[in-house]
């Protein structure tokens, strides 16, 4: 089995900064994507942030250049970082990784439960 844990949400004012914290552990072989998702209430789930194994990284229109993902692959843990908040940003977030558990297995994607983040305006 493999588990993601999240922690560093809370309520931040607008302008403000939080990092965010997601760490994978059980039976891992390898991860490669690893990244982060957010669902607002009433609103579908959407993507905001990923990151290769090798560092490449993808950001959502509406994150770039206030988000930054980065990753530790010993500690099989991704972060984001996040600068400039608006109320918009405010959603449950979400933590993913593709994982393959054995050398010769498949790749799965696995979740994290959620870590919530609210702006107040």
């Known amino acids: 089995q493999v588990q993601l844990v999240e922690s560093g949400g809370g309520l931040v004012q607008t302008g403000g900064s939080l990092r965010l914290s997601c760490a994978a552990s059980?039976?891992?072989?390898?991860?490669?994507?690893m990244g982060w998702y957010r669902q607002a209430p009433g609103k579908q789930r959407e993507t905001v942030a990923g990151?290769?194994?090798?560092?490449?990284?993808m950001y959502a229109d509406s994150v770039k250049g206030r988000f930054t993902i980065s990753r530790d692959n010993p500690k099989n843990t991704v972060y984001l970082q996040m600068n400039s908040l608006e109320p918009e940003d405010t959603a449950v977030y979400y933590c993913?990784?593709?994982?393959?558990?054995?050398?010769?297995?498949?790749?799965?994607?696995?979740w994290g439960r959620g870590t919530q983040v609210t702006v107040s305006s």
């Open positions: 993913y990784a593709d994982v393959r558990i054995q050398v010769l297995g498949s790749t799965n994607r696995y």
């Open positions: 059980g039976s891992i072989f390898s991860i490669s994507g």
């Open positions: 990151i290769s194994s090798g560092g490449t990284t």
